[in-house]
């Protein structure tokens, strides 16, 4: 079993939609969650970082982790063609451990 | 403009040779990464480093090799290519004095080996 999972996609929504992109984790020991976002061709960058259980909120993004279920989520608002990209979820157990990263999500938001 | 900067962008390479792949960072960012990025498996780490003088393994490691003689660069050495080493190659920093909280990437070496 992979440490983390993500539904590849591609997920193709309009502009203005509501997203909801999830991701899964093996290891109860996982304390740290982030997402990062993939332009093509181009290295990930971070977008939201949180730590333990909760939300965590920023402009049109919002991240949600569950640790009883070892799900994360990020709820992307008012969409818009410039999300479109691929969403990757990443764990690490402390703040000094390795990151792990998810196979991605692919997002296209469609004018 | 401060950053990663990866070289080549691209290489096309014949099986059995040797490539080296060229990271540097001007951030002074102590902790340096490989990853490769393939379909469907996402970002594996190939190796590591947390300070210079010293490197360590991740988790696909086989068949390259690294080394961090200073802060600023971290090479990847693939001594005799194989087709299974085609992939997206991202070298990252982060500074581990803040916990390793970010990594920065650079745009990645596209690298197919026939």
């Known amino acids: 079993q992979k440490e983390v999972e993500q539904d590849p996609g591609p997920l193709s929504v309009p502009e203005g939609a509501i997203v909801s992109l999830n991701c899964t984790y093996s290891n109860s020991a996982f304390q740290y969650f982030m997402w990062y976002r993939q332009y093509s061709r181009k290295g990930p960058e971070l977008l939201m970082y949180t730590y333990s259980s909760g939300n965590k909120e920023d402009g049109r993004f919002t991240a949600q982790v569950d640790k009883s279920s070892k799900y994360i989520s990020l709820f992307i608002r008012d969409s818009q063609p410039s999300d479109s990209a691929t969403y990757l979820c990443a764990v690490r157990k402390t703040s000094y451990d390795k990151v792990i990263f998810g196979p991605g999500t692919s997002l296209s938001v469609i004018p | 403009i401060a950053g990663i900067t990866q070289a080549p962008t691209s290489q096309i390479l014949a099986a059995g040779r040797r490539m080296t792949l060229r990271c540097t960072q001007d951030?002074?960012?102590?902790?340096m990464y490989w990853y490769r990025q393939d379909l469907g498996l996402g970002l594996r780490l190939i190796h590591y480093s947390n300070t210079a003088g010293t490197t360590g393994k991740g988790e696909v490691p086989d068949g390259y090799s690294v080394s961090r003689a200073n802060t600023d660069d971290f090479p990847l050495t693939l001594a005799s290519a194989v087709p299974s080493q085609t992939s997206v190659y991202f070298c990252?920093?982060?500074?581990?004095?803040?916990?390793?909280?970010?990594?920065?990437f650079g745009s990645g070496t596209q690298l197919s080996v026939l």
């Open positions: 951030m002074r960012h102590n902790a």
């Open positions: 990252a920093s982060s500074d581990s004095r803040q916990g390793n909280e970010k990594l920065f």
